[in-house]
């Protein structure tokens, strides 16, 4: 079905993404497996499953045929977790043309390879232009048209653009930021460090505990972000802070959620079966353990999260640990 946008997975960010741009005034489809879910936006125009409370508009149609969903569309929006970003574009390879446009929303790296998302697409889809979307966005509160603003970036700035445009709304912003590498590195360690977040919450900490891990978790973001070439001005942007800052605080973070479980003595598989989605921040621990190891960079709250999640330290002792390391000037 010919539509302006298309988006692979319809999931909570997704669908309230579809929503935002169905209410817009585009033509938008949605491609879910879950023939319940397609069944349900298109009769109901809602998505209870992922995003309660959320009316979506006629503008939106859902689909489980994947050629049909995204075979005309100019843009095809990722909307999948971080792990199954290089699967999908193997599976799409066949149907796109060269000339469509893909944009990536999840946040991480490829566990295996410790590619960037974009670098992970373009090694499946040469051809095809990628633009990536990231920032301090909710899906409930996009949902909800409370303001947002997020950034667009892209290898090829004319495509990132054109995605400016297309997303712009009066309760959505978006920047553009030539920093590919500073704005998809800032949106996946910050997932790292909401977990610590919400661990200290869990535990029982107070607001000066979570001040500290978020400052020193800047410190952690810019520090590898730089090594790999991003820029420390973006870290410091909407992409890094902004987003670090929601991500540690807001009830609606599944990073935080998690943590908080493990807080309070889950094991990092009761914690994600709990939230019910997909835990970014697991995955990433354990990549950027493994890269921080293999490019010598100091990253204390990642290696003592690592400890928590992997190889069952209790969680107390490892506060202790990051408090009593040796003495060094900030």
């Not at 796109?96 to 490829?110: T, Y």
């Not at 232009?129 to 996009?142: C, I």
């Not at 891990?213 to 909407?238: A, C, D, P, Q, V």
Request: aromatic content about 6%.
């Amino acid at each position: 079905m010919v539509s302006d946008i298309a988006f692979i997975g319809g999931g909570s960010f997704g669908t309230a993404l579809a929503a935002m741009l169905g209410r817009k005034g585009l033509k938008v489809n949605v491609w879910d497996r879950c023939a319940e879910v397609v069944e349900e936006i298109n009769m109901n125009r809602t998505n209870k499953r992922y995003l309660t409370g959320v009316t979506i508009p006629e503008g939106v149609t859902a689909l489980t045929g994947l050629e049909d969903a995204i075979k005309e569309s100019r843009y095809i929006v990722l909307a999948i977790p971080s792990h199954v970003i290089r699967d999908t574009c193997r599976s799409i390879k066949g149907i796109i043309s060269d000339d469509q446009v893909i944009i990536s929303i999840a946040k991480g790296i490829e566990l295996e390879t410790k590619k960037r998302l974009s670098q992970v697409i373009k090694d499946e889809l040469p051809e095809n232009p990628v633009v990536v979307l990231s920032g301090p966005s909710h899906a409930e509160e996009v949902a909800m048209n409370l303001p947002t603003t997020v950034v667009v970036t892209s290898e090829e700035m004319k495509y990132a653009d054109e995605v400016q445009d297309l997303f712009m709304t009066a309760e959505f912003r978006v920047y553009t930021n030539e920093d590919i590498v500073g704005v998809e590195i800032g949106g996946a360690v910050k997932n790292i460090i909401a977990l610590a977040a919400g661990i200290s919450d869990g535990i029982g900490y107070g607001d000066n505990t979570k001040a500290a891990l978020m400052t020193r978790g800047m410190h952690e973001i810019t520090r590898i972000g730089t090594k790999l070439g991003g820029s420390n001005r973006t870290f410091y942007g909407l992409t890094g802070m902004g987003d670090l800052i929601v991500t540690c605080t807001s009830k609606h973070s599944r990073n935080r959620s998690a943590g908080f479980l493990i807080g309070q003595g889950a094991t990092r598989e009761e914690a994600a079966e709990k939230v019910g989605m997909v835990v970014e921040g697991i995955k990433a621990c354990k990549a950027f353990y493994e890269l921080k190891e293999e490019l010598d960079v100091q990253m204390p709250i990642t290696d003592q999260l690592y400890k928590v999640l992997f190889e069952g330290k209790n969680p107390k002792d490892a506060v202790v640990r990051l408090m009593t390391r040796d003495k060094k000037s900030e």
